[in-house]
């Protein structure tokens, strides 16, 4: 069965807008670990938190609360830096997927250079592993870097699908190619980036996937799927 990830930075995202600097008011909204566990009810496999460097939305202390309470995986995106390694090995989820950052940027743009950046990755993958972690590399459907992640050590990829996402179907046969030789290579596949409610059939084309991870979509979905109720609400509180 293709398994779901949730990617609930998100939902941090808007915590942070409101709350950044705010930290000890009597209501702090939207509660991250409460979202999760509405994730986990609905009966996704698992959650994904990007702890990135700048802390723009995910908290040391989310991660520490949500490994303490999921009841299914927790999945930690993050750089290669020896602080948020350093991190990871103390927390400990369930799987780190290691993906390339930018200040600058928005969202992850692009796959790892695993052949660039080999020597740290496979320091650093030995080092997760022997923490119990599960290690997957974020990267682009390119025979040469999937041949370098089974070379570093990682037991995972995760296929970087927004060039499908931004370009459409024509992508898929890159994307089967990719997973056909990881699989080849020992190596389990999972997907993720862009994927929403229309283009996430196409992705079920490929091979060998174990899980999608999906954030953006869903949650901006989630503000049209509860709007209704949270205003008839209010207005309930305003009219009894
Ligand atoms: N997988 C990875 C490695 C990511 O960096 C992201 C974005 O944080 C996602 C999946 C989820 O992407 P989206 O928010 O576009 O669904």
């Known amino acids: 069965m293709l398994q779901l990830g949730v990617n609930i ?3 941090a995202t808007l915590r942070q807008a409101r709350y950044k600097t705010a930290d000890s008011a009597p209501v702090i909204e939207p509660d991250v670990v409460a979202a999760a566990q509405e994730v986990e009810a609905a009966g996704a496999h698992g959650i994904t938190v990007h702890l990135r460097e700048d802390r723009r939305h995910i908290q040391d202390r989310d991660v520490h609360q949500l490994r303490k309470v999921l009841r ?5 995106e993050m750089a290669d830096t020896p602080a948020i390694v350093a991190i990871a090995e103390e927390i400990r989820p369930d799987e780190v997927c290691l993906v390339p950052e930018k200040r600058a940027e928005l969202t992850t743009e692009g796959g790892l250079n695993v052949i660039g950046a080999s020597s740290s990755l496979r320091t650093t993958i030995a080092r997760l592993r022997r923490a119990g972690i599960v290690v997957s590399l974020f990267i682009d459907p390119d025979s040469e870097q999937i041949r370098a992640a089974a070379d570093v050590g990682a037991q995972f990829i995760e296929l970087h699908t927004g060039t499908y996402a931004n370009h459409g179907a024509g992508e898929l046969p890159k994307l089967i190619s990719a997973a ?10 999972n997907a993720g980036h862009g994927l929403n ?3 996430t059939t196409g992705i079920r084309t490929i091979p060998h ?4 991870n999906t954030g953006h979509s869903i949650i901006s979905h989630a503000v049209f799927v509860g709007l209704r ?4 609400e209010m207005l309930a509180l305003l009219n009894p």
């Open 229 to 232: 109720l949270a205003v008839r």
């Open 180 to 189: 056909e030789l990881a699989h080849k290579l020992g190596l389990r596949v």
């Open 197 to 199: 409610y229309q283009n």
């Open 209 to 212: 996937l174990e899980t999608l």
């Open 9 to 11: 930075d998100h939902i």
């Open 72 to 76: 299914t995986r927790l999945n930690l």
